[in-house]
C-alpha cells in the first residue's frame, strides 16, 4: 500500500466544537482529496488538492475547509461541528492521468455528539 | 451534475454462485475504475477500463466498460468467502476528480 497516513484515526465529540483531520502521504502524488463514507451514499467527494495551496471543492464541501501548505500533508478541518458529519473520512492520493488509481489512507471514524 | 449510479445497494449469494454488479453514468465517462473495500476497511484499486467495450479479467473478475462509455459492470464466477466486501465503480469525467457509486455489498452464504 502507498505510504497514506490518516490521524486521528478515531474522534468522538461535541456539536460546536472545531476538529481536524490529518493526511500525510510519503508517494509525493500530487493529488490529495477528502471522501466522506456514509451508509447507502458510497464515497463522496469533499475537498481536493492539485498542488501546495491549491484546492477545490468537491460534491459535499459545505461545512469543511482545507488546507495544503506542504505536498506531504493536507488537512480537513471542521470549523463548527454538527452531528450530521458524524462519518468515516478518506483520504487519498493519485494522479489520476497518470497511473490512474487512488491509493486510500485507512480512514478516520468521526463521532459528532 | 454528473452522477454514477450503482446497482444493486446488496448481494446476499451462496458460495459458489456467480455476482454481478452495475453502473450507470448519466453522461459519457472518461474511464470507469473498479474499488474492493474490505469490512472495516478502506477502498482498495482493481481495475481501469479507459476503451470503449472494453472486457478485461482477473481470474474469477470480469470487468466490462460499455460501448457508450456510459456504464460498466463487474462480474464475479463462482464466488468464494474471501470475495466479501463493499464493491464500487468509480467514474472519471476527464478531470483529475472521481465519482463514485453507491457500491454493492457482497455477502457470502457459505
Known amino acids: 500500500d502507498a505510504g497514506i497516513t490518516q490521524s486521528p484515526r478515531h474522534k468522538v465529540t461535541e456539536t460546536g466544537t472545531p476538529v481536524t483531520l490529518r493526511c500525510h502521504q510519503t508517494e509525493n502524488h500530487r493529488y490529495m482529496y477528502w471522501y466522506r463514507q456514509d451508509p447507502g451514499h458510497g464515497l463522496r467527494l469533499i475537498h481536493y488538492s492539485y498542488g501546495v495551496k491549491d484546492t477545490d471543492k468537491g460534491e459535499v464541501s459545505d461545512g469543511y475547509s482545507v488546507s495544503r501548505s506542504k505536498t506531504e500533508d493536507f488537512l480537513l478541518t471542521l470549523e463548527s461541528a454538527t452531528s450530521s458529519q458524524t462519518s468515516v473520512y478518506f483520504c487519498?492520493?493519485?494522479?489520476?492521468?497518470?497511473?490512474?488509481?487512488?491509493?486510500f489512507g485507512e480512514g478516520s471514524r468521526l463521532t459528532v455528539l | 451534475g454528473q452522477q454514477v449510479m450503482q446497482i444493486p445497494q446488496y448481494q446476499h449469494v451462496q458460495e459458489g454462485e456467480d455476482f454481478t454488479t452495475y453502473c450507470n453514468s448519466s453522461?459519457?465517462?472518461?474511464?470507469i475504475q473498479w474499488y474492493k473495500q474490505r469490512p472495516g476497511g478502506h477502498p482498495v484499486f482493481l481495475i481501469q477500463?479507459?476503451?470503449?467495450?472494453e472486457v478485461k479479467k482477473q481470474k474469477r473478475l470480469t470487468f466490462q466498460f460499455g460501448e457508450a462509455k456510459k456504464n460498466s459492470s463487474l462480474h464475479i464466477t463462482a464466488t468464494q468467502t474471501t470475495d466479501v466486501g463493499t464493491y464500487f465503480c468509480a467514474g472519471n469525467f476527464g478531470n483529475e476528480k472521481l465519482t463514485f457509486g453507491t457500491g454493492t455489498r457482497l455477502t457470502i452464504i457459505p
Open positions: 477500463l479507459v476503451k470503449s467495450g
Open positions: 453522461t459519457t465517462l472518461s474511464n
Open positions: 487519498a492520493t493519485g494522479q489520476l492521468t497518470n497511473t490512474g488509481e487512488l491509493f
